[in-house]
């Protein structure tokens, strides 16, 4: 196998065992060894987000709460409320508003007793109570005081299911069980073979024997199946308690708006013919089937937000003040979204929902068949899916450019969801979807990630050696922003810096040829750094000089302030390295800089045996002249005023006019002194005086300028003030000709 070969291999394998290792975790999570709580937390996330975007939203007319308000706490007084009380409600539900069904979500666990109940009760217990003809007359009264029984004969021959609660676990010196139950649907001797999960209660709180008698059936209001997260998803339509099955109180009104059909659970075959959890499919109700999980558990299909449904205040039942349409041939809930009674839930579509509403979704669902269903084989649709997941970010992404990666990544995520979205509105599946999104992206990245790190090394070495020439950070931001660097000449406003060490000749005749490479590498490391850190391309290194240009190969618009406040710092590091050069027995260096800035063509250039990015022009030559100039005025930088003029926040003093070799307009040239906020007020007076100086010397008034001229060289004997001094000591003898502009002609390089 050739080498090439063996490399493909080599990287196939390890794009292989990257997909491999980031299903294995997937795989453990779908297994629950262990489940990971983020995967289920997106899963949450993801069904909640589909709820919201599916749910139809509209108002169903068929099922009406009869709502313990706040309203009717204030009319009625506080909760619970006399029997008689509801009673009436109960009365006029059924006979002036003739509804179909009412169930009841709240708990009559204890007897009512009033006032009147507890005298009589007094009065039995003194000496004339005792008495026949007395003790029959209190007889009578207490039946007709006893709203107990009002109420237990009110539900008597009418369709109600009572509520009542579940336990699965008792505090300490809790009753395991109070009041009664209904009868069940499914009673234990009919579940032999039968291994079904449902919830198992432990105990229960039930109605007054009486109510729970005249009723015609009743059902459970508790929700044993809370998500982690404390959100209600998931509701069981059945519940087990000692061996019986009883239904839910959404079920059982459901089951006697149909006309009270059998009660059956349905299962997939299997080989063995067993009745297992796993295999159940669905509760039937008559010829309805409900689709539910192992558990017997729907997924709560919620209609809307809160609201769905319409409320009714009790207190206006009582006074039949309810327009009849609202009510008549309805099923009614008897339940409370009055704040005091803590009725409420964390739903998808809701924080606060009223617990009633729950029941009145899922009774909704119930009677339309419009109840979804995570089928049985879903954890092996999902295994497959990741599977081909993986088979994709191994096969099709590498042979993808970075990219069009990402671009397929987002396209193939996309496609995922549609797919899945597509499943829970036309089919009525929740497909999992948490797993598959989460596993195509990491395993995706994983890919791309490898093939950028480990297939691009090339591209990155070429990178490297670039950015010995151009700052690192130019080519990231390169990179980042997509600009096109083209190699092409072209021409382009810049700027060009020209460095060198003065008195070079003399230093190499001092220092050996050896030392003098250490010294030179010394000397060009800070500088470049320099260079760099202003954004600056290095152009060459040509001896002792080095050039540099601004503007390119990423456009900057600030390339003359860059390329000045890197001459300044240039000179302050190579100031800085006089001690370290002491102490090697090094001579001082010193160096001189000119800058220029204009147009220039900038672009790869050189023969066919070797090429160049580098730039060209007047103006370059006009830099390079500039930095020659600096020894003739004594200072450590000129800047052209082509560059002055596009300088911001930088003191500069006019130098001189000058005429340099090679060029035919004459110049002004200038010296940056530095950042405004960095130069001392003494500086700045000494720069607007000689800037004073130099207008009485165009203007010819020698004396003036001599007189400034001598005033500053005693502050500080510069170089510039003698030429100055010696130019008007010449023009004493000799004045200018008529047409004297000023232009100090150089005719040396």
Not at 11 to 21: D, E, F, K, Q
Not at 445 to 471: A, C, D, M, T
Not at 625 to 654: C, F, N, P, Q
């Amino acid at each position: 196998m050739s080498s090439a070969a063996r490399i493909r291999t080599l990287r196939l394998l390890t794009r292989i065992t990257i997909s491999a290792v980031s299903l294995v975790v997937f795989l453990m999570h779908i297994a629950s060894s262990p489940r990971f709580e983020f995967i289920d937390r997106i899963e949450n996330y993801m069904y909640d987000v589909r709820i919201r975007l599916t749910m139809p939203n509209t108002l169903d007319e068929r099922i009406v709460i009869v709502d313990i308000d706040e309203a009717s706490q204030a009319e009625l007084g506080q909760w619970p409320w006399p029997r008689n009380t509801l009673a009436t409600i109960v009365d006029n539900l059924f006979d002036i508003y003739g509804i179909q069904v009412l169930g009841f979500d709240v708990l009559f666990a204890e007897a009512e007793e009033s006032s009147a109940e507890r005298m009589l009760d007094r009065i039995e217990a003194e000496e004339v109570g005792q008495i026949p003809a007395v003790r029959e007359r209190l007889l009578e009264f207490r039946e007709n005081l006893d709203s107990n029984i009002r109420f237990s004969e009110s539900l008597i021959a009418r369709d109600i299911v009572t509520g009542f609660v579940f336990k699965d676990s008792l505090a300490a010196n809790e009753p395991e069980t109070t009041g009664v139950l209904p009868a069940p649907v499914i009673r234990r001797d009919e579940l032999k073979g039968v291994t079904v999960a449902f919830p198992k209660a432990i105990g229960f709180s039930g109605n007054l024997p009486d109510l729970q008698e005249n009723a015609v059936s009743g059902g459970f209001f508790d929700s044993p199946l809370i998500d982690a997260d404390g959100v209600f998803r998931r509701a069981p339509l059945l519940q087990e308690y000692n061996g019986n099955v009883y239904p839910s109180l959404a079920l059982a009104v459901a089951r006697l708006a149909k006309g009270s059909p059998p009660i059956g659970l349905m299962f997939a075959g299997n080989a063995s013919g067993e009745m297992r959890a796993i295999d159940l499919e669905s509760v039937t109700v008559g010829d309805t089937t409900i689709p539910v999980n192992e558990q017997a558990a729907v997924y709560i299909p919620y209609r809307g937000r809160q609201g769905s449904f319409r409320y009714v205040s009790a207190k206006d039942v009582v006074t039949a003040s309810v327009p009849m349409e609202h009510l008549a041939g309805k099923i009614v809930l008897l339940g409370a979204s009055a704040a005091g009674l803590l009725d409420l839930r964390s739903t998808p579509v809701g924080q606060r929902y009223i617990g009633v509403e729950v029941h009145a979704n899922i009774i909704g669902g119930l009677l339309d068949g419009d109840i979804r269903q995570q089928p049985s084989y879903a954890g092996g649709l999902e295994l497959v899916l990741l599977l081909v997941a993986a088979l994709m970010t191994v096969f099709i992404l590498p042979r993808l450019s970075p990219l069009n990666a990402l671009l397929f990544l987002v396209l193939s995520l996309a496609a995922i969801m549609a797919s899945n979205l597509w499943f829970w509105s036309s089919l009525n599946l929740i497909v999992p979807l948490a797993s598959l999104l989460c596993y195509t992206l990491i395993a995706s990245l994983l890919q791309i990630n490898y093939g950028f790190f480990v297939e691009s090394r090339n591209k990155r070495h070429l990178s490297k050696v670039f950015g010995q020439y151009i700052p690192p950070a130019l080519v990231e931001e390169m990179d980042d922003s997509g600009e096109e660097a083209s190699l092409e000449g072209e021409a382009r406003d810049m700027s060009v810096l020209f460095t060198d060490v003065r008195g070079f000749t003399t230093l190499s005749e001092k220092v050996g040829a050896r030392e003098l490479t250490r010294l030179m590498n010394e000397f060009l490391t800070p500088i470049t750094g320099v260079i760099h850190k202003n954004r600056g391309t290095i152009d060459k290194y040509m001896g002792d000089c080095v050039m540099a240009f601004w503007g390119a190969p990423l456009h900057d618009p600030s390339h003359a302030q860059h390329a000045v406040l890197a001459g300044l710092q240039i000179i302050d590091a190579v100031a800085n390295l006089e001690t370290a050069f002491a102490r090697k027995g090094w001579p001082p260096i010193a160096v001189g800089v000119g800058v220029a800035s204009g147009e220039m063509n900038v672009g790869n250039m050189g023969s066919e045996f070797r090429i160049a990015y580098t730039v060209m022009g007047d103006i370059v030559n006009l830099g390079s002249r500039l930095e020659g100039l600096t020894k003739e005025y004594g200072v450590d930088m000129i800047v052209s005023k082509g560059t002055a003029d596009r300088l911001d926040d930088i003191v500069l003093r006019e130098l001189d006019r000058v005429q340099v070799k090679g060029k035919n307009e004459p110049i002004v040239i200038f010296e940056p002194m530095g950042v405004a906020k960095n130069v001392s007020a003494e500086r700045k007076t000494a720069v607007k005086d000689f800037a004073t100086a130099l207008v009485a010397y165009h203007n010819q008034k020698w004396d003036e300028a001599e007189e400034i001229l001598w005033r500053l060289k005693d502050l500080s004997d510069e170089l510039l003030y003698n030429i100055y001094l010696d130019r008007i000591a010449r023009f004493r003898i000799e004045a200018p000709p008529n047409d004297w502009d000023g232009v100090f002609r150089h005719l040396t390089k």
